[in-house]
């Protein structure tokens, strides 16, 4: 039955965890700011020294066949023998090519951190010539990276004869320094659009700004620990590996890429609650405080459900699939509790109205999409109501 004129609806029940946390963030915020920020700037500190790197067999799990067998060779030949380098001489005439072999031959033994050069093999037509390089270093070792651009820088031609550097090692260093240059435009153009989006989403330049610098914050941290556990051996006991190693060079591509979208789908949770009571009334505080208490708990949820996805991951061996749940869960717990729900609350109640200033010439360019029903309820109210 309908309510009696009069009745006034229940008051909304605002004695939830999420509220509690929001006024008690919201009343703290500069301390809550700068711990966030000094905790997760410590946190990502690690990251400066990250290596990438393609896996080899040294770091599978201990006992496994790969694993046995990588250190037997290392033990009776030396690391090197795991990771060979292929130079390949060739040219037009079989001439030119047997003339350069012992010249190309020469040059790389004297190169720093080669252990040995075998043998040269020739196609049949003699026009190619095949050389194996061994390094003194492993195939993940930043000593045989350096190793393999000294060669190609000292080693480009010799005569009209063309030397080339290939190889499984040589592979995975080309592809993991491809990834790595990349890794800047994607961030850049990633972080971009978001903040593009978010802009028409909240009617905010200061708001889609944060989230950003939050989420690069989340990034940062992440990898920060990830490396300490992963390449630098720290509490390594604690996840079950054995043997510490530069992370899988794909790893920073795939782990910006998840934590991005779940990152905004936090921030849109949380954010379009305050956003929606800011425009309809409620002062930039008690909005935020209403965006937290409403939000908190599906932000939790979701949270907890990517931790526990992701960190099951952990409890695998391969090395390789550990890392990236690792990374996962940590960067979810971060980006959730850290950022979102700690950090996002104080910077909103510290901007005050600010935090919601956008352009008139920025405002009439921009599409205006009303996630908050503004532009709906000032037809309503425009509209008469029939009796």
Do not use: C
């Not at 070792?141 to 000292?154: F, K, M, P, Q, W």
């Not at 979208?261 to 929606?276: N, P, Q, T």
């Amino acid at each position: 039955a309908a309510p009696a004129a009069g009745d006034t609806p229940p008051a909304e029940d605002r004695s939830g965890f999420g509220f509690r946390w929001a006024h008690w963030v919201t009343k703290l915020r500069i301390p809550v700011i700068l711990v966030g920020l000094l905790g997760l700037g410590l946190l990502a500190l690690p990251a400066q020294d990250m290596r990438l790197a393609l896996p080899d067999a040294a770091t599978a799990p201990e006992g496994s066949a790969a694993r046995v067998s990588s250190d037997v060779i290392r033990e009776g030949f030396g690391p090197g023998f795991t990771g060979r380098l292929a130079v390949v001489v060739t040219s037009d005439s079989p001439q030119d090519t047997a003339a350069a072999v012992p010249q190309v031959t020469a040059l790389i033994q004297r190169t720093e951190g080669v252990l040995a050069v075998a043998p040269p093999q020739v196609d049949p037509s003699g026009r190619t010539a095949l050389l194996g390089v061994i390094p003194r270093t492993g195939p993940t070792d930043a000593a045989t990276e350096t190793l393999v651009h000294d060669i190609r820088d000292g080693v480009g031609s010799i005569g009209n004869a063309e030397v080339l550097l290939t190889g499984v090692t040589a592979i995975g260093i080309d592809v993991s320094e491809k990834l790595s240059d990349a890794l800047p435009v994607y961030l850049l153009l990633v972080v971009g659009l978001s903040i593009l989006l978010l802009m028409l989403v909240f009617r905010s330049i200061l708001v889609p700004v944060k989230a950003a610098l939050g989420f690069l914050l989340t990034v940062a941290a992440t990898f920060g620990i990830t490396v300490a556990v992963f390449q630098q051996g720290h509490l390594a006991d604690l996840v079950g590996l054995d043997t510490p190693g530069p992370l899988i060079s794909f790893l920073p591509i795939l782990l910006i890429g998840i934590l991005f979208g779940l990152a905004m789908d936090y921030e849109v949770f949380l954010v379009s609650r305050m956003r929606e009571d800011f425009v309809h009334g409620d002062t930039p505080r008690q909005a935020t405080i209403n965006g937290m208490g409403h939000g908190a708990r599906v932000v939790t949820a979701a949270a907890l459900i990517m931790i526990s996805v992701f960190g099951g991951f952990v409890f695998l061996d391969d090395p390789v699939i550990k890392s990236m749940g690792f990374a996962l869960a940590i960067g979810v717990a971060i980006d959730a509790f850290v950022v979102r729900m700690t950090i996002v609350p104080a910077v909103m109640s510290l901007l005050d109205r600010t935090a919601w200033w956008l352009p008139r010439w920025l405002n009439r360019t921009l599409p205006n999409v009303d996630i908050e029903g503004e532009g709906l309820r000032a037809h309503l109210d425009r509209e008469p109501v029939d009796a």
